[in-house]
């Protein structure tokens, strides 16, 4: 167990006031509490506790990955393909990443790299050839994925909290949702494995038991 993992929400703040102005590391908590649905402060919090279980996981540069994971969904829109950039910028004005010289500029540049990579490493890898030093990448994006992995009670708040973004968007109807949602299930049954690294592999089975049992449900609808 990682226990310098910070997981609490005092834990967490401060973590951030190491990096952050208090009025920023406020702020971050007010949009990030008062966010309904999936993507809040619960979010961040289940992946911190989830890195914390996970053997030999901190690596050299822990403080670049927890920032990434605190501001991967600081930015978040169903509607904008540009959440993961958005976030990384907003990461780089809380730390005031024009004022940085030196190692902790290469930190919050290498975090924001962090973030906008995890969300398809595939795609920003040498003809989907990893190296080494992608494994933080890798763990960043196992670790958001692996709520599909979940138990079924916890996979069903889960769906909820996801649905509910999207229901109380203005515009969108269930049934766009339904239709929407169904393809990125499909999308992920598509690939022939969810998790990069070892550790999250004994979830895979999991998450196509859950997406199988979400994609019946709608189907029904």
């Excluded at 940085?100 to 924001?112: D, H, N, S, T, W």
């Excluded at 929407?180 to 990069?196: A, P, T």
Aim: with cysteine; charged share 25%.
């Amino acid at each position: 167990m990682n226990s310098v993992v910070p997981v609490g929400k005092n834990e967490i703040k401060n973590f951030m006031r190491i990096f952050v102005d208090k009025d920023e590391v406020n702020t971050y908590f007010e949009v990030m509490n008062k966010r309904w649905g999936y993507h809040n402060i619960e979010h961040v919090i289940f992946l911190l506790s989830l890195l914390r279980e996970i053997p030999d996981s901190i690596p050299d540069n822990f403080t670049q990955l927890i920032l990434a994971i605190l501001y991967h969904d600081y930015y978040y829109d169903i509607t904008s393909k540009s959440n993961e950039r958005l976030s990384a910028e907003m990461l780089a004005s809380d730390c005031k990443i024009d004022d940085l010289i030196g190692e902790p500029k290469k930190m919050v540049i290498g975090a924001q790299s962090l973030i906008i990579k995890s969300a398809n490493p595939r795609i920003h890898s040498d003809k989907g050839c990893f190296v080494e030093n992608w494994s933080d990448v890798l763990l960043m994006h196992d670790l958001d994925y692996s709520i599909l992995g979940v138990g079924r009670p916890h996979y069903i708040e889960y769906m909820v909290k996801v649905a509910s973004e999207y229901v109380k968007k203005d515009g969108y109807t269930i049934e766009q949702y339904i239709k929407g949602r169904i393809v990125f299930l499909d999308s992920l049954l598509g690939k022939e494995n969810i998790f990069y690294l070892e550790w999250f592999k004994p979830l895979e089975d999991m998450v196509v038991k859950n997406i199988l049992f979400e994609k019946n449900l709608l189907q029904s609808k």
